[in-house]
Nanobody, 118 residues
Framework: QVQLVESGGGLVQAGGSLRLSCAASGSIFSTNAMGWYRQAPGKQREFIARITSGGFTNYADSVLGRFTISRDNAKTAVNLQMNSLKPEDTGVYYC????????????WGQGTQVTVSS
């Protein structure tokens, strides 16, 4: 059974940085794209970034140039480096294993809170 466990969230001032990590168990990590989503208070969950098994990346316009997604195949983990954080980046960040072809979320992690103070 696949499990995704996020870590690295916390409280940071605007302009600061955080690094999120998602540890994946099971074989899905090696075959499927992985993604990060976030859900701000009172808003729908939104796509942030994804990385394919081959290392190709895509980002939401709102984080392009500030966030970097990467894979650590040895540790079966996907990371999200977040720089130049803004208060509007506040929310619960979720890791997801994505369906092959459609890149829709298949399996979710439990989420980790990120709070950016102004």
């Amino acid at each position: 059974q696949v499990q995704l466990v996020e870590s690295g969230g916390g409280l940071v001032q605007a302009g600061g940085s955080l690094r999120l990590s998602c540890a994946a168990s099971g074989s899905i990590f090696s075959t499927n794209a992985m993604g990060w989503y976030r859900q701000a208070p009172g808003k729908q969950r939104e796509f942030i970034a994804r990385i394919t098994s081959g290392g190709f990346t895509n980002y939401a316009d709102s984080v392009l140039g500030r966030f970097t997604i990467s894979r650590d195949n040895a540790k079966t983990a996907v990371n999200l480096q977040m720089n130049s954080l803004k208060p509007e980046d506040t929310g619960v960040y979720y890791c997801a294993a994505l369906n092959r072809g459609t890149y829709s979320p298949k399996i979710w992690g439990q989420g980790t809170q990120v709070t950016v103070s102004s």
